[in-house]
Structure formats: structure tokens, C-alpha cells
């Protein structure tokens, strides 16, 4: 089996010219073989941008591709073509968006080689240690703090027995901040966890610092990117102080900058990205590092039915994976892209057990939002 070409997805909710919130944008891969097998892979990233790594005509052996790389190749051979993508691509990419494209591209991979061996992914990644993986609802607060209560009480009636938010206005205002989390953990009960993300708007350790000591009484679960991705030295004292488990690393690719990460910050959780950290292929290394510093890990999630389905895959077959991210976004490419999405009932997904990672992409919707 040999690919015959990759294609490259652009899909936008809103217009160019206007704000895109998260989960209203999203760029997908599709690879083709000459057996009439396509792959489909995702990543969380700018489409754009990935758009122009898969498809730019090659600089040099450093500067290549990712498209000329694959042309021609076994899509079975998958370590090697991670490789292969990795080492040609190391001018331009070796991090950020570089490995963005890679972990689309490894996606599809894994799928199509799931359907070549009529299996689910887990299969080939050794087998599930579950049948279901429980999951922690996330959305994104609205201006008025007391009107979060209203999206927290849906979520309760749904079954979710966690609950995360963060983005829009959270992270800039302390009263704003502390205002949210009093309104939503008066409406969920002490029963239930709550987790907050900040996505690095606390800045600094002081602040952050703080800031937990501010909401320690209301319980929180986890405080997850209190501060920015790099600030190594900030995760690291933060996670020392004890106050409430801190998590990160959404933002990191590659399991050179985990390592650093899990060496120097010390996080309590760790949070890779299937679709930005490398695919499967280095979402598996990163697993094992994990599990060498004593660390949970606990997938970033907040995109596509595409995101969801790989990150179950991986987590059926990861012996510490009993935890999952699943996105409260009403936007029409987390709910309406996937044909068969991930259902989440009562707090848990169960594990499908479709070939490859198990999905359909909706055409009708694709060709609702295409934007290449």
C-alpha cells in the first residue's frame, strides 16, 4: 500500500474578518492510498499556517514538505514516517506548528491502518484496559457570573460529575475571577469536582499564587496553565506550595519539551494534546514519561468529534487513562462534524469499536465551513 495524497482541510464558522472563539475554526487531513484506504487526522492549530508545512515545495533536506515527505510511502510504516516527518521538517518545525501538522497527518496514519487490519486503534496499540473512560465537561464562562449557574445546572443534569472552565473573560479581573467560581460551585455542590483554567493569564507566580490561596475555600480539583507555558520556575513553586494540584501543558509538543516540563515544573497533571503534542505515535512517549515522574495524565481536548475519537483510542489502551476532557462547545464543527461522534452519557464515553479511529466526517458540513 502506497499514499497517493494528502489533503488539507480548512473549515471557519465565522468569517475571516471575524473574532473566532475556540472550537469555531479547525483543519483537517485526509490521506489516500492506492487501496482505496483514507486516513482522516486533525489538529488543534491554525489552518493556515499547517496548511502551508504539509504543502510548501521543499528549501533543502531540513526544509521539506510534509506531503513530499509522504508521497509514495507505506502508511503502515508509521514510527519511520513520524521520523522521517520530524528530521526533514527540523528547520521549520521540530515544535509549535511544525509538530502540529504532524501529529493531523500521524492521526491519520494510525486510522488507516486501523482499517487496513480491520481493527480499532487500541487494538494496535496493545488492547483496552476499558470499556468506558469517565469525562469532566469543559466550557467557556459567559460575561455575567451569575449566569454561569444556568450552564452548570445543564451540565449536572446531563450527569457529568466534573466540571472545568475557563477562557473568555476569566484569568484578567480577581473579582471576576472569584466571582465565577463562588456563583458555579454554589450551584454544583461540594459533590461535584471543579477545575479552572487560565490559560497562563495569572502571569506570574506571585499573582497565581495568590489567586489559589484566594479560592482554596471553594475546593478546587485542579488549577490548570495558571500561568504561561514556559514559565518553568512559576509551575515548579506553585506545584511545591500545595494548595490545590496544579496541571499544564496543552501548549507543549514533543516528548523533549514534556520532559523538561515534568523535570523543571513538576506539575500534579499533565495535559498533551493528541492533535498538537505529536499524534499517537509521541502521545505514547509522553504517556511513559508520565508515568516514570508519578504524574497523571489527563488529555487536553476542546475541538472536533476528529480530537475526541483519537484521544479515546489512546486512552482505552493507556493503563492510566480513566480520565478524559469533553467540550460543552455548541459550535456546529464539534457537534455536527463527526457523523457517529462520542457520546458522553452520564460522565462517561464508552469505547467504540469501529476499525481505525471509528468516524465518518459529515461532507454537508465540510462543505458548509470549507475555506480550502
Not at 13 to 40: F, H, R
Not at 140 to 157: H, S
Not at 305 to 333: H, K
Amino acid at each position: 500500500m502506497k499514499i497517493t495524497d494528502v489533503e488539507v482541510i480548512g473549515l471557519r464558522v465565522p468569517l475571516a474578518n471575524q473574532k473566532c472563539e475556540w472550537g469555531e475554526d479547525a483543519v483537517i487531513v485526509k490521506i489516500y492510498t492506492d487501496e482505496g484506504i483514507i486516513g482522516i487526522g486533525e489538529t488543534d492549530s491554525s489552518p493556515f499556517v499547517i496548511k502551508a508545512i504539509i504543502e510548501t515545495p521543499s528549501s533543502h533536506d531540513a526544509s521539506v514538505g510534509l506531503k513530499e515527505l509522504l508521497m509514495g510511502e507505506n502508511p503502515l510504516d508509521i514510527e519511520r514516517l513520524w521520523s522521517k516527518m520530524y528530521n526533514g521538517s527540523s528547520y521549520m518545525g521540530r515544535r509549535g506548528a511544525g509538530i502540529h501538522a504532524i501529529s493531523a497527518i500521524d492521526l491519520a496514519l494510525w486510522d488507516i491502518a486501523g482499517k487496513f487490519y480491520n481493527v480499532p486503534v487500541y487494538q494496535l496499540l496493545g488492547g483496552k484496559f476499558r470499556d468506558e473512560i469517565a469525562a469532566y465537561g469543559t466550557f467557556i464562562p459567559v460575561d455575567r457570573p451569575e449566569e454561569n449557574r444556568t450552564i452548570a445546572a445543564k451540565m449536572l443534569e446531563d450527569g457529568y460529575k466534573s466540571v472545568k472552565f475557563g477562557g473568555g473573560k476569566f484569568g484578567f479581573n480577581e473579582k471576576y475571577d472569584v466571582a465565577v467560581v463562588s456563583e458555579i460551585r454554589d450551584e454544583i455542590g461540594e459533590d461535584i469536582t471543579l477545575q479552572i483554567d487560565l490559560v497562563g493569564r495569572w502571569k506570574t507566580y506571585r499573582h497565581a499564587l495568590h489567586m489559589c490561596q484566594l479560592l482554596e475555600k471553594y475546593n478546587l480539583n485542579w488549577v490548570e496553565e495558571p500561568v504561561p507555558a514556559d514559565d518553568m520556575i512559576s509551575y515548579s513553586k506553585l506545584a511545591r506550595t500545595g494548595h490545590t494540584k496544579i496541571a499544564g501543558g496543552e501548549a507543549l509538543t514533543t516528548r523533549y519539551e514534556f520532559s523538561h516540563f515534568l523535570e523543571i515544573g513538576k506539575p500534579d497533571i499533565v495535559q498533551p494534546d493528541i492533535t498538537r503534542c505529536g499524534g499517537i505515535t509521541e502521545m505514547r512517549k509522553i504517556s511513559e514519561l508520565a508515568k516514570l515522574n508519578g504524574t497523571q495524565l489527563v488529555p487536553h481536548g476542546f475541538s472536533t468529534g476528529i480530537l475526541n475519537a483519537a484521544t479515546v483510542q489512546f486512552l482505552a489502551a493507556f493503563e492510566s487513562g480513566d480520565l478524559m476532557e469533553f467540550s460543552q462547545s455548541t459550535s456546529p464543527l464539534f457537534k455536527d462534524l463527526v457523523v457517529n461522534p462520542i457520546q458522553c452519557i452520564n460522565g462517561h464515553v464508552k469505547v467504540p469499536d469501529l476499525p481505525g479511529l471509528g468516524i465518518e466526517l459529515n461532507e454537508r458540513v465540510i462543505s458548509k465551513y470549507q475555506i480550502f
